[in-house]
């Protein structure tokens, strides 16, 4: 059982992704590691849940290979159990479900796209991956795609499948260079989805943490973080109060404002002000078979709406005894209030669409009506000046996660790389302090 103390020389704040790995690149360069999270379990959005059986995580998960994210987890030793999807995906326009092409053949036969589009997605698909993506300059998604596809059909299809990989509902704010980034990772098949969930790859990540001597401890919440000449004291929920010498704020730009005392005079208000949160509502169920085995498509993307469908159990395991499958499917939701109800109301006609007699094989489910599936992204606002890792004002305060991205980072590689970034900084700033000393 873990011992708190009242001295350390770092406090991390969140126990999810970001302050998991942080933790560990700090405690393996020998600093003492305090990992506070408030709730019960580790994870924050990674975290997985168990029903009838069957791992579900929060939403569509999928880890996406040959980025920040990867290099990271192998610097860490994490190695991902699952696969990478077969390329089988639906496009849905009109309430009609075509085949989406992804080779030759199946261009060729495709009811989607005219002549015309069938040669120019032909040509799209090759130019794609000879892209430098870091020559594209600071213009939108939007912008790059309205010059570079002239076909509105694959514009439609480019669109849905960004919506998709990045969770970005606003092509006209996306960083044209992180989007397109994405979008060769996607062709490329370097989408993986994981054994069990990502809750696979949390446990791997505490226990690596625990290894390396990190203090982990659940159900402490901070209520603030106030800095000194000598650090930051940090007083607890329950009364009990901690110094540390620096602190990493792994939580969402909201929080992080709400925990520091004197956070209008940083720019940690800034940065939550200029931030893009996007919501969605997820619609994650239990099947006890895939009832049109015919058309297991993995993956369905609404061109006309933002709405998609994922089957991670067409080649991950998501049960015990691997004969359950997991269906999510997930609407994007813009910045108004919208109606729950109507919601998973839509999410199940959509599935009715694609997966016809699913009612029936329903074993268990969890509707989340609006869920925060990212803080912020790349955005063209953002003119390359990003937030963190260290907060400016307070030196020793430093910020991680999905809203502390640069340019080409989306989702989990936003999150793992901002972690080291953080953890880095401080570590070297440690040795500068140490030497000067």
């Not at 019960?40 to 996406?64: Q, S």
């Not at 940083?266 to 940065?271: A, I, M, R, Y």
């Not at 907060?391 to 980072?409: C, I, N, Q, R, S």
Request: aromatic letters at 8%; glycine letters at 8%.
């Amino acid at each position: 059982m873990n011992v708190l103390k009242t001295t350390y020389d770092v406090v991390i704040i969140g126990g999810g992704l970001s302050g998991l790995t942080a933790s560990i690149y700090l405690a393996k360069a020998g600093l003492s590691v305090l990992l506070a999270e408030k709730s019960t379990e580790l994870g924050g959005r990674a975290l997985t849940m168990k029903k009838n059986g069957a791992y579900l995580n929060l939403g569509v998960h999928a880890f996406y290979q040959d980025g920040k994210g990867e290099e990271v987890l192998r610097e860490l030793g994490v190695e991902l159990r699952g696969a990478n999807p077969p390329a089988s995906v639906a496009a849905i326009w009109n309430n009609n479900i075509y085949s989406l092409p992804t080779g030759p053949i199946q261009l060729l036969t495709s009811r989607l796209f005219s002549l015309t589009g069938k040669v120019g997605l032909a040509k799209f698909m090759y130019k794609l991956g000879k892209i430098d993506t870091s020559k594209l300059g600071r213009i939108s998604f939007r912008e790059w795609a309205e010059r570079e596809i002239t076909d509105p059909m694959i514009r439609h299809v480019v669109y849905a499948i960004s919506r998709t990989n990045t969770f970005v509902p606003h092509p006209e704010l996306h960083l044209a260079s992180t989007a397109v980034r994405q979008l060769q990772r996607t062709f490329g098949g370097k989408a993986f989805y994981m054994d069990r969930g990502w809750s696979s790859l949390v446990n791997d990540l505490k226990q690596r943490a625990e290894r390396a001597g990190v203090t982990i401890m659940t159900s402490h919440s901070v209520g603030e973080i106030s800095s000194s000449e000598d650090g930051f004291q940090l007083r607890l929920a329950n009364g009990d109060s901690i110094s540390a010498s620096y602190v990493i704020i792994a939580t969402g730009p909201a929080d992080a404002c709400k925990l520091v005392k004197g956070a209008a005079q940083t720019s940690l208000v800034h940065w939550k002000e200029e931030a893009h949160t996007i919501k969605a509502a997820c619609l994650d169920l239990v099947l006890s078979r895939l009832p049109q085995s015919t058309s297991s498509f993995v993956a369905g993307f609404w061109l006309d709406a933002p709405i998609f469908y994922n089957n991670p159990t067409s080649v991950a395991t998501h049960s015990e005894d691997g004969d359950l499958t997991v269906i999510h499917m997930v609407k994007l939701l813009g910045k108004n209030p919208s109606n729950p109800k109507e919601d998973e109301r839509q999410l199940e006609q959509a599935l009715d669409l694609i997966q016809p007699g699913w009612r029936k094989e329903e074993k268990a489910r969890q509707f989340l009506p609006r869920i925060t599936v990212s803080n912020d992204f790349c955005s063209i606002d953002k003119k390359g000046i990003y937030p963190g890792p260290e907060v400016p004002e307070m030196k020793g305060l430093y910020v991680a996660g999905d809203w502390t991205g640069h340019e080409g980072e989306v989702l989990v590689d936003t999150v793992l790389a901002s972690a080291r970034r953080a953890a880095l900084a401080i570590i070297n700033q440690h040795a500068n302090n140490k030497g000067a000393g």
